[in-house]
């Protein structure tokens, strides 16, 4: 079945920076889309960043764009999300998802990671 397990949360102060890991299992990695979002405390999830399955094609929120790096290693089946210069309000939970083939939806997730940024 389809598993996507978060890492490389933790607690930095502001300024700092944190690498994400998404390690996917259970389909065929490199022919999927795959996505960061967060949730910060009493919020909605919002998307951070996506990538293709080729990895050719980047997005980000505004947000996070210019401080947020977002790779995939199809050869570790393996999503990253780089987080330089890491701000208070950056603080959530961060959920890594594969994002559908027949639609713009996404139809799986990790169980997330936390991130907290000190000030």
């Known amino acids: 079945q389809v598993q996507l397990v978060e890492s490389g949360g933790g607690l930095v102060q502001a300024g700092g920076s944190l690498r994400l890991s998404c390690a996917a299992s259970?389909?065929?990695?490199?022919?999927?889309?795959m996505g960061w979002f967060r949730q910060a405390p009493g919020k909605e999830r919002d998307f951070a960043a996506r990538?293709?399955?080729?990895?050719?094609?980047?997005y980000y929120a505004d947000s996070v764009k210019g401080r947020f790096t977002i790779s995939r290693d199809n050869a570790k089946n393996t999503v990253y999300l780089q987080m330089n210069s890491l701000k208070p309000e950056d603080t959530a939970v961060y959920y890594c998802?594969?994002?559908?083939?027949?639609?713009?939806?996404?139809?799986?997730w990790g169980q997330g990671t936390q991130v907290t940024v000190s000030s």
């Open positions: 998802g594969r994002r559908n083939s027949y639609n713009a939806d996404y139809g799986y």
């Open positions: 259970g389909f065929p990695f490199s022919n999927y889309g």
């Open positions: 990538i293709s399955s080729s990895g050719l094609n980047t």
